[in-house]
């Protein structure tokens, strides 16, 4: 069976963590605006940003999303004087778009792909003009030094792991739904054996051997951690799934008290953690392509469709 931790796995890793500071609680959709007709780019798309009190629902301080979109979307758009990212979690973050959603109230959030809100919610990502954002990015595996020599067998397995956003994405949607996360995992792979033997092709199985995977708390690594951890345990691994911040988690590995990762998201979200342990780690490259960062709205907000409809003058 999994073993599942919460928080970091050595004191040194509490030491380089990072500390959430925002708030669970969903933020209001605000107020009416007041502002005279035919002011500003509102009027021309129909768009008031004061229906949404000039906010953008964010997640988790520090996470890469967040910094692009404070230090680089905002003041690019020349939205930095107006418009509040509001640090949040994924958690808080999908509470505000479910009560907005389901009251088809204006909301704006920091959005990205493959997640479980665009199965469960008609959303569109806002036109990003100046590709700030970027193209869409891969997630990929990676692992502690000397992995290859201490535990072959893993690193063999965890260099052939790959797979498409539909596969993750119906691991993601089976937990909304209910499923508890070991069982979706263990679902999803006896529904797939052809992609699974793919993964575990020439790869011995081995007696309790001790394996530590780290992750956050983010509905998609949730995903595929626990698929990656039920995997490995069918192998004969004795695995602990530990969940912890960003931070921690890529100090972890840097450190080696932590075997392995298989959420970092290049080239953009992970983007300053890759950067302040490179050569501390090896990256076995991407399992899944095709994510997407940016800003996202439900559908019925059909008077925005890009970044710039934020813009007040």
Known sequence: MLKKLLGVTTATVFALGLVACGS??????GSESEEPAGEGTEEATGFDGASVDYQIVGIDPGAGLMNITINDVLPEYGLEDDWTVVESSSAAMVASLTSAYENEEPIIVTGWSPHFKFNNFDLKYLEDPLNIYGD???????????????????????????WEP???????????????????????????????ATWTDGVEAVEGEELELLYVAWEETI????????????LGFDVTLTQIDAGPMWAGIASGSGDAIVCAWL??????????????????????????????????????HSIEDLVVE
Request: aromatic fraction near 8%.
């Open 24 to 29: 669970d609680e969903p933020v209001d959709g």
């Open 136 to 162: 869409t990015e891969d997630i990929h595996t990676v692992v502690r030094l000397g992995l290859d020599e201490d535990q072959p067998e893993a690193y063999q397995f965890l260099s052939q792991f790959q």
């Open 166 to 196: 539909e596969h993750i994405e119906y691991v993601m949607a089976l937990i909304a739904e209910g499923t508890a996360e070991e069982a979706a995992a263990e679902q999803f792979v006896e529904e797939n054996e052809e992609l699974v």
């Open 223 to 234: 995903a595929a951690t626990n698929v990656v951890g039920h995997v490995l345990e069918t």
């Open 267 to 304: 080239p953009t979200t992970h983007a300053e953690y890759y950067a302040e342990y490179e050569g501390q780690f090896e990256d076995l490259g991407s399992n899944l392509h095709g994510t997407q960062l940016g800003l996202a709205v439900p559908t019925y907000m059909e008077d925005i």
